[in-house]
């Protein structure tokens, strides 16, 4: 899940006039603008957020820098770190791309005390729940040892792949990255952040409040329209999600994975999402929207919590994992 800050209005005009005066003759000018006006969004947010965090103990790991409470997460920073390098390239690997801009700027991790600690980042009234979130170059997530287990258990790192927020968190942190300025559609960066989840850990959003049965009936689902100018305001979030993910399932089954990257690529470059799909894809929005209509009636049961690639099923059998998790094969340092 991911979210996007808000900062006062004569600091955002301040920081956009003097973007203008910098970026502006380069090539790709509005682009440029916009991007490092976002970033300096983020930084703010994340120097924020650091700052009020309460967690004084901060553990190392090749890309990430683990904030957590000492008394309560001690054994726990270092499975979250080797966790999220595994993620970090899991997901690299799914979508095709790494960081190239800061690559040696490392990301914070923010284990929290519980789930209305987290929830307190977002406001009152929120309605936020949930383990995870990507913020301002932060990834911020409910520790372990409230939701799993008060110390790691001999499954720990299994657990924490296939139960826990890495793999979706990420993932959001990587097209961040890799878009800027917040140009990716929100419904498209959930549905990417839960395909690698599913893709990798066999995990699928499944409750009451999605789902779906065969034959489709289009009245119930949110229209494609809807998810591109409102996806955070619709009302049944889950169903919102679940068709996120099920847009970039079929996406991915029929243009294929080079251009499921070129259409992220394409975002990264300054296009509108119909401009990119329709470059890499050749469909318009509507052509996508009927053509998925007719591949959810002939495949949504692959997608249901069966036996397919990745499934639940499988992953109970921890050879799965990536290697260099079950190792913990990274360079950790505490400070």
């Not at 899940?1 to 973007?19: G, Y």
């Not at 498209?188 to 599913?198: C, K, N, P, R």
Request: glycine fraction near 8%; charge should be negative; proline fraction near 6%.
């Amino acid at each position: 899940m991911a979210a996007v800050a808000r900062f006062r209005k004569p600091a955002l005009l301040l920081a956009l006039a003097v973007a203008f005066v910098v970026v502006w003759p380069t090539p790709g000018g509005l682009l440029a603008v916009g991007d490092l006006v976002y970033r300096w969004q983020s930084h703010t947010r994340q120097s924020s957020l650091l700052a009020s965090f309460p967690g004084q103990a901060v553990l190392e790991s090749d890309h990430f820098r683990v904030h957590y409470d000492p008394a309560t997460d001690a054994a726990w920073a270092a499975v979250v770190a080797t966790g999220a390098e595994a993620a970090r390239s899991a997901a690299a690997a799914r979508l095709g791309w790494v960081p190239v801009r800061g690559a040696a700027e490392k990301v914070p991790i923010l284990l929290y005390a519980g789930f209305d600690a987290l929830a307190a980042q977002f406001g009152p009234g929120a309605g936020f729940r949930a383990l995870g979130a990507y913020w301002g170059g932060v990834i911020q997530m409910v520790s372990p040892s409230q939701w799993l287990a008060p110390t790691p258990p001999p499954d720990a790192a299994r657990r924490l792949w296939t139960e826990g927020p890495l793999l979706h968190e990420c993932t959001h942190y990587l097209v961040d990255q890799w878009v800027p300025s917040g140009f990716c559609p929100r419904w498209l960066a959930e549905g990417l952040a839960q395909y690698v989840e599913y893709k990798e850990a066999g995990y699928l959003w499944l409750e009451p409040a999605n789902a779906l049965a065969t034959p489709l009936d289009p009245s119930v689902l949110y229209r494609l329209r809807d998810l591109e100018r409102r996806f955070e305001r619709l009302t049944n979030t889950a169903l919102a999600y679940r068709q996120a993910f099920l847009l970039v399932a079929y996406l991915e089954e029929s243009a294929g994975a080079t251009s499921l990257n070129g259409l992220v690529a394409g975002l990264a470059d300054g296009l509108d999402f119909g401009r990119a799909l329709e470059a890499t894809t050749g469909l318009g929005l509507q052509e996508l929207e009927r053509r998925w209509l007719l591949w959810l009636d002939q495949n949504l049961d692959r997608y249901s919590g069966g036996t397919g690639e990745g499934s639940q099923s499988e992953l109970k059998n921890t050879s799965r994992l990536p290697q260099s998790l079950l190792e913990g094969a990274f360079c950790l340092s505490w400070s």
